[in-house]
């Protein structure tokens, strides 16, 4: 019995247990169901919203498309509008082109007709003229016809032979013209120092007590300096100053030196000068010998020999009417090679040779040869070439030139010697001549600008057209020519050149 009714309790449990389950999984399903429903009816009008926003853009890209389509339209509308407008103007503009061709054709046509006539009238008029002159003249047309010829070919061999003679005529001046353009072209692109002449030099003493040592016990230590120098030393009244004179620039050279060194060292007698002599005059010869090896480089020249390097080297000490030798063989070099490079000459003869021209101030020689002998000399013996040797011997008209070198390098040697300002006259006194020459011109009036150009040789004057008539230009230059000559000393002559032009200037914007 017990287990029996604990059977029908387990029974009982077990049904109500399937019972509390079925009744929950229902009410389970149940609010699954009422959240589905929720969830689709959520999901159809978020569906709903899209599509009216869907809907709303669409409809706004229909209109931006059917404005932009209609404002294309409105453009390709004006376009065509204005294609057509031109197209009648073009139209327009042919029809009166047309007409005026029409015009000239029958105006032309008038002008053929009656040219047609005159010429009938002229060929009419030509055969009874000619009639008439064979009957005057008693001979037919082909004996008239071969004494106009005769006649004709006289005219033209005189017209011929003038021709020629004019051609000749601008020729020479023309070679004339390109000469001068040349030898100036030369002058303005060479640029160089000039050095005054000075055969004397002194030397500045701490005080003139030094003097007395300088002469020494009787005379001693100026006895010696004079002695191992060859140059002689003046003390004089000139305070705290003594002064080198000698004829050799290298020997006076050397005394200065060795004097300033003596002075400065305080040991005064004459073993140190002998000392200071010797050591002095190497470091002299040493400059020689390098000036002679810079110029040499500077130029680009090679295969000089040594012997010729020292010569060259030794015009650095020397001058000729206040100026460098060397600088002064350098630069004659520089000119001969443009003025070669322009002739189509050699320019390396020309460039050798205006270098060596004046070697021979260099070579020291007891013989009486001058200097261009000695300069052949010495390049004849190292070999060099002989329009070298010929252009050194030439170059002064001791010889004939015997190439169109040489000739250069007498016209290089003749532009570095006369150019003004490189002979006695110092740099501050040339510019001082083309400043006076251009504050001249400037001070008259109509002048605008006023140039002193070619070293001086000519004074290039700009004068203001609207003011100044062609008349007027001419006087202005006589009365600038007048107050050169009244006002300054210049050596050659000065050309005043007056240049009036007018210029028209506009602007195209």
Not at 72 to 100: C, I, M, T, W, Y
Request: charged share 35%; aromatic share 4%.
């Amino acid at each position: 019995m017990n287990t029996f009714i604990w059977i029908l309790l387990c029974l009982c449990c077990i049904g109500l247990g399937w019972l509390g389950r079925w009744l929950y999984g229902k009410i389970k399903l149940t609010s699954v169901e009422q959240q589905a429903v929720r969830l689709k009816q959520e999901a159809i009008r978020e569906a709903e919203a899209q599509s009216k926003e869907l809907l709303l853009e669409t409809r706004d890209t229909l209109l931006k498309e059917q404005k932009q389509q209609e404002r294309e339209e409105r453009d390709r509308r004006a376009e065509l509008q204005r294609f057509e407008r031109r197209l009648l103007q073009k139209e327009e503009n042919l029809e009166k082109v047309q007409e005026s061709l029409d015009a000239v054709k029958s105006r032309q046509q008038d002008k053929e007709a009656k040219l047609n006539t005159r010429e009938k009238q002229i060929a009419e008029s030509e055969e009874k003229w000619q009639h008439e002159i064979e009957r005057v003249a008693s001979m037919t047309s082909e004996e008239a016809k071969n004494l106009l010829i005769e006649k004709m070919q006289n005219e033209a061999r005189r017209d011929g032979q003038s021709l020629i003679n004019k051609i000749e005529q601008e020729a020479i001046a023309k070679a004339d013209k390109t000469a001068r353009d040349i030898i100036i072209t030369t002058i303005q692109r060479l640029a160089t120092e000039v050095v005054s002449e000075s055969t004397v030099s002194s030397v500045d003493l701490p005080s003139d007590e030094m003097k007395g040592r300088i002469l020494g016990r009787e005379g001693r230590n100026i006895r010696a300096l004079e002695t191992l120098t060859g140059a002689d030393i003046i003390i004089d009244d000139t305070p705290e100053a003594v002064v080198i004179s000698c004829f050799d620039p290298i020997r006076k050279e050397i005394a200065r030196v060795s004097l300033e060194r003596l002075v400065q060292d305080g040991r005064i007698h004459p073993a140190r000068i002998e000392e200071v002599v010797t050591k002095v005059t190497k470091e002299v010869n040493r400059i020689c010998a390098e000036e002679g090896d810079k110029v040499v480089f500077d130029l680009g020249i090679h295969n000089m020999s040594q012997e010729e390097v020292r010569a060259l080297g030794r015009l650095f000490f020397r001058t000729s009417y206040g100026q460098n030798v060397l600088a002064h063989s350098r630069e004659v070099s520089v000119i001969a090679g443009m003025i070669a490079a322009e002739v189509g000459a050699d320019v390396a003869v020309a460039r050798r040779g205006g270098l060596l021209h004046d070697i021979g101030k260099g070579i020291a020689s007891e013989s009486e040869s001058n200097h261009a002998e000695l300069g052949a000399e010495l390049a004849k013996r190292l070999g060099e070439d002989p329009k070298i040797v010929n252009a050194i011997e030439a170059h002064h008209n001791d010889v004939e030139p015997i190439c169109i070198e040489s000739i250069i390098v007498q016209i290089a040697d003749a532009i570095s010697a006369a150019r003004p300002g490189a002979r006695r006259e110092t740099l501050d006194n040339y510019i001082k001549r083309l400043e006076s020459l251009e504050d001249i011109a400037v001070s008259f009036e109509g002048v605008d600008k006023a140039f002193a150009i070619q070293a001086g040789r000519e004074l290039r004057i700009l004068v203001n057209a609207d003011t100044v008539t062609d008349d007027g230009a001419k006087e202005i230059a006589k009365g600038i020519a007048s107050r050169i000559e009244a006002e300054l000393r210049y050596p050659g002559r000065i050309k005043v050149t007056i240049i009036r032009e007018m210029r028209a200037v506009e602007y195209a914007r």
